[in-house]
């Protein structure tokens, strides 16, 4: 397997009234996610990838494999692409039981085997499923067996189309974890398709914004989420990703420390090993900022930063991107405070941070 | 019964089997690239199948002795393959059988595999699974219940043919009268004895037949049933 390919893809799909052009090049291992809003082509582009959709003009190549090239008259049906496809409504077959529909993909799959029956089984926990009949399982347990039947078809390349969108929040909640278990226990890459930037946020090493058919930003999800200049980052909601490590702990206080490129945060009680990774969700409406360093404050929270960009929005708010030594962050003010302050492009400020939600 | 009833029993049952198994031959890649295509002669080809639902059977009886009798095509080329003429042969039965039946055959399989949806079948093929691999594995096992009910109602209604069979087929015992003709030749004789047992045994049979497509389920009541003549 060349393990350095990168995943490119360019290609063009018009139907009336919708056009996708995108233009990506994923990396070739961990999770890059398309987010947008619905109909912005995100599942279009998925099905792409699989060649599920015939109107597809362009060239797709996965691990050095040429996948589609519509220039050289090449398209390699659906059936002999080596990917696994996770579907929102999960798809089992209902006339096989669980264990019926694995060795479905198992008699197909061809290829070096990255990861065997008994491993899916134990990382998906659907040992107990495995004799019942599918209309006996209830979403959550059915896309745990869909996710495991498209990893028993050896994919070079997982393809998940909003996999959690058609189960409710104790659902997500439950199958959220078997998804990060699978992105840090194998080493096959995987494009999931998300409209919720929480999911996105909790899984995504790469993320991809789409919005009408065209490729809005995309890059490391630290720094499209440290974007002030998207129109996502406008949303109430938004906030930076941060990868980080479990430093240390305050057992006095209940306290964690955790570090991350540029500075070290405290935070409520974290149970984590010391050295452990932790993505860190600093939402941008935590993050204050003063020109002075505070004296005496009940933050703890409190880091020199320098101000990168400035984007004002039509309802009277600023949306502050910040240099952290490295790392990114977002603030959100006034237009007035950040009028006042004169808060421009190289300016030096303090930025207090009032709360940040690890991620899990 | 005497020998007489018997043999158009045997007659009845050996039409209706033949015609049934080469109805879900043929029947099945109708269905299924009516069920599937995007081509805009399907509703063409979905009219043509149909036809037999509303042509009187004289008319298609009428039109297939044409061509099956000497001077037809159909005729001429069996006779150059040293088959004789179809007509008034068992044969030629089962051929009528077959293109007055297919609608019956046709259609469950046809709602059967529409059921089965588009998206299962993208599931399979990112399995790996083929074309054919897609539907011998999926569509056909998914579609069964639709091949039962095609089956059961091909075979009710070879067994409940008349007129065709008259035109086709005439009446020649041990080789194309069966029991619907028998019956009719009762009547004529002024065998009502006669004619009432046969006449109670289809009507059983056809009740059983209805209530059977009843418990199959949607496939089975979504049929061309209420559409039908003889």
């Keep these: ?17 919708f056009e996708l052009q995108v233009d990506l090049r994923l990396p070739a291992a961990g999770v890059s996610a398309l987010f947008g809003p619905s109909g912005s082509g995100k599942t279009t582009c998925l099905r792409c ?28 049906p659906s059936h002999r692409r080596p990917y696994g496809f996770v579907f929102q409504d999960a798809r089992l077959f209902p006339h096989l039981t669980v264990r019926g529909n694995l060795r479905y993909a198992m008699r197909r799959a061809s290829g070096p085997e990255a990861v065997g029956f008994d491993e899916v089984v134990r990382l998906l926990g659907i040992a107990d499923l495995l004799e019942r009949r599918t209309d006996r399982l209830s979403g959550g347990e059915r896309q745990r067996c ?10 070079r390349l997982l393809l998940l189309d909003e996999p959690l969108a058609a189960l409710d929040e104790a659902r997500k909640a439950e199958l959220l974890p078997y998804l990060e278990q699978l992105r840090d226990a194998l080493s096959i890459p995987m494009i999931y398709v998300s409209h919720s930037m929480r999911e996105v946020a909790r899984l995504a090493d790469h993320l991809v914004l789409l919005d009408r058919g065209r490729v809005q930003a995309a890059g490391a999800v630290t720094e499209v989420t440290a974007r002030a200049d998207l129109a996502f980052s406008q949303d109430d909601e938004a906030g930076v990703v941060l990868l980080a490590q479990c430093a240390a702990h305050d057992a006095e206080f209940a306290l964690t420390q955790v570090r991350f490129e540029g500075g070290t945060l405290w935070l409520p009680r974290v149970a984590c090993g010391i050295g452990q990774a932790l993505r860190v969700r600093v ?12 004296r005496a404050t009940s933050i703890l929270n409190v880091m020199a930063a320098t101000v990168v960009a400035r984007h004002d929005d039509e309802r009277g708010r600023s949306l502050i991107q910040l240099d952290l030594g490295g790392t990114r ?15 421009q492009p190289g300016e030096a400020v303090h930025a207090q941070i009032k709360g940040a939600a690890v991620l899990r | 019964m005497d020998a007489d009833d018997l043999t158009a029993l045997r007659l009845t049952i050996e039409l209706a089997f033949v015609t049934t198994a080469l109805l879900l031959l043929i029947g099945t890649p109708i269905a299924w690239w009516l069920a599937r295509t995007r081509s805009r002669w399907q509703p063409v080809l979905a009219a043509v199948v149909a036809m037999p639902l509303v042509l009187p059977p004289t008319v298609l009886g009428f039109y297939l002795l044409l061509l099956l009798g000497p001077n037809g095509a159909i005729g001429r080329a069996t006779a150059a393959l040293g088959l004789g003429t179809l007509a008034f042969s068992f044969g030629g039965l089962v051929l009528a059988s077959i ?8 259609q469950p399989l046809q709602a059967a595999f529409a059921s089965v949806g588009e998206a299962t079948l993208e599931a399979a093929a990112s399995l790996r699974a083929g074309p054919w691999d897609r539907i011998a594995t999926v569509a056909i096992p998914l579609a069964a219940p639709g091949f039962l009910a095609a089956a059961v109602l091909g075979f009710a209604h070879v067994v409940g043919e008349f007129g065709i069979v008259l035109m086709i087929g005439g009446d020649i ?38 209530l059977a497509m009843h418990w199959l389920g949607p496939v089975g009541t979504a049929l061309p049933g209420r559409a039908a003549r003889r």
Excluded: N
């Excluded at chain 2, 293109?99 to 046709?106: A, E, G, T």
């Design chain 2, 173 to 210: 015992p041990g080789a194309t009268r069966v029991l619907s003709v028998a019956i009719y030749d009762r009547v004529e004789a002024m065998d009502y004895a006669g004619a009432g047992r046969l006449a109670a045994g289809l009507l059983v049979f056809s009740f059983a037949v209805v």
């Design chain 1, 329 to 343: 962050l977002l603030a959100r003010v006034t237009r007035r405070s950040a009028t006042l302050l004169g808060l």
């Design chain 1, 49 to 76: 990838f699989a060649g599920l959709e015939d109107g597809c003009e362009g060239r797709i190549a996965v691990g050095g494999q040429v996948w589609q090239d519509s220039a050289g008259g090449r398209f390699v």
């Design chain 1, 283 to 294: 939402a941008a409406s935590d993050v204050s900022l003063m020109l002075e360093p505070p």
């Design chain 1, 146 to 155: 869909a996710i495991a039947r498209a990893l028993l078809t050896r994919p």
């Design chain 2, 99 to 106: 293109i007055y039946s297919l609608p019956f055959v046709v």
């Design chain 1, 1 to 17: 397997m060349s393990e350095a390919a990168p995943i490119e893809a360019c290609f063009a799909l018009r139907y009336p009234g």
